[in-house]
């Protein structure tokens, strides 16, 4: 392992040990957590400049039992970074000390709301020039998450139905269609129908005054892929016979996170259509680590073909604040914390 800077023994991070109330009233700032280590043959230990919050930082945690299963406590959550490298492992050749780069996690116990993360170097990408580190802290989650809905299952031309556009993956969804070529239609709500506007998006459906359903049955089967961040209405999916093509997908990404979630989600995925199922192909989206997509992001970025949307910026200290912010569902794109350095 290399690293040309004294790397401290211990570090600043928030962390909880439960999650029942709410994360938001779990977290403490601890000022001696010991740093994760080097483990692997491809990994980085980076120092945090930026991180940004997602739904899962809070969902996942927030399951209780379930979570304690999956995350040794205690725990610091935070998926998404930015940040300098600061040691490598002997084998890592595409990355130095000193690097600028940006990218996600799994959910784990050492998260990127502490200063120090050990990230796999299948899960980073150098930051472009042009882009800042709170635009690159945004990326992680929400714009690979997109990307992995959207690229693959599109050509110009589809008409796609991106469900909560204002959102953080919304927002970033709404782009890379309209990169690739696609018509856009998005739901959200009237005070975010310029901002969707904005974006690119060709169509827009205000769920607070619209039956979201009806309005898309009216359409006809014309959509290609259905890329649902929001996960209501709950029966979005069931109509999607009405309005997308035979061949067409429905990816889920968003939605309540529980167990009355997971029998929905197993049913459609499960029930048959003559038991009362959806006929539309349907899939629950599962992130998988790409350098090449984090690249395509920030080049996108770079160029100003993607802008990312970042509603507010908090200081470290402020991460509990963040946290309260996300769980309105009120956002306008992405929040992101600061750091450090």
């Keep these: 392992m290399s690293s040309t800077t ?29 740093l994760p280590r080097l483990l692997g043959d491809s990994e980085l230990l980076i120092k945090v400049v930026a991180a940004s919050i997602n739904p899962a930082d809070y969902k996942v945690p927030e399951l209780g039992i379930i979570a304690r299963a999956v995350i040794r406590t205690p725990a610091t959550p935070g998926m998404d970074f930015c940040g300098r490298v600061v040691q490598t492992a002997r084998t890592v ?18 998260g990127t709301l502490g200063e120090y993360i050990v990230a796999p170097t299948k899960a980073c990408a150098h930051v472009p020039d042009g882009v800042t580190p709170d635009e ?16 693959p299952n599109v050509e110009a031309g589809y008409k796609i139905l991106i469900n909560g556009g204002s959102g953080g993956t919304g927002t970033f969804g709404i782009q890379i269609a309209k990169a690739l070529g696609c018509h856009v239609t998005t ?54 016979d009405d309005f997308l ?15 009355n979630a997971l029998k929905t989600v197993t049913s459609r995925l499960l029930r048959p259509a003559f038991l009362g199922g959806g006929k539309r192909k ?14 395509q992001l920030g080049q996108w970025i770079a160029v100003k073909k993607i802008r990312v949307v970042i509603e507010e910026t908090y200081e470290f200290a402020d991460v509990p604040r963040a946290f ?10 992405k929040l992101v914390v600061h750091v450090g350095k």
């Excluded at 004294?6 to 040990?17: G, K, L, N």
């Excluded at 093509?245 to 167990?259: E, I, K, T, Y």
């Excluded at 349907?282 to 690249?295: H, I, T």
């Design 6 to 34: 004294p790397i401290p023994a211990t570090m600043r991070a928030w962390q909880y040990s439960s999650a029942t109330g709410g994360i938001e009233r779990n977290l403490a700032l601890h000022d001696s957590v010991p």
């Design 93 to 110: 050749d595409e990355f130095a000390i000193g690097d600028l780069v940006f990218g996600r996690l799994d959910p784990q116990q050492h």
């Design 136 to 151: 690159a802290a945004a990326v992680g989650v929400a714009g690979i998450t997109e990307y992995q809905c959207i690229a």
């Design 187 to 240: 739901t959200c709500s009237p005070t975010k129908a310029d901002l969707c506007r904005s974006l690119g998006a060709d169509e827009i459906i205000d769920y607070t005054m619209t039956d979201v359903s009806r309005a898309l049955k009216a359409k006809g089967q014309v959509f290609s892929l259905v890329v649902d961040n929001a996960g209501v209405p709950e029966d979005l999916y069931k109509a999607a």
């Design 245 to 259: 093509l035979p061949d067409g997908r429905f990816v889920q990404v968003g939605g309540p996170m529980s167990l």
């Design 282 to 295: 349907y899939q629950m989206y599962s992130m998988g680590y790409s350098q090449a997509d984090l690249k």
């Design 324 to 333: 309260e912010k996300l769980k309105t569902g009120r956002n306008a794109g």
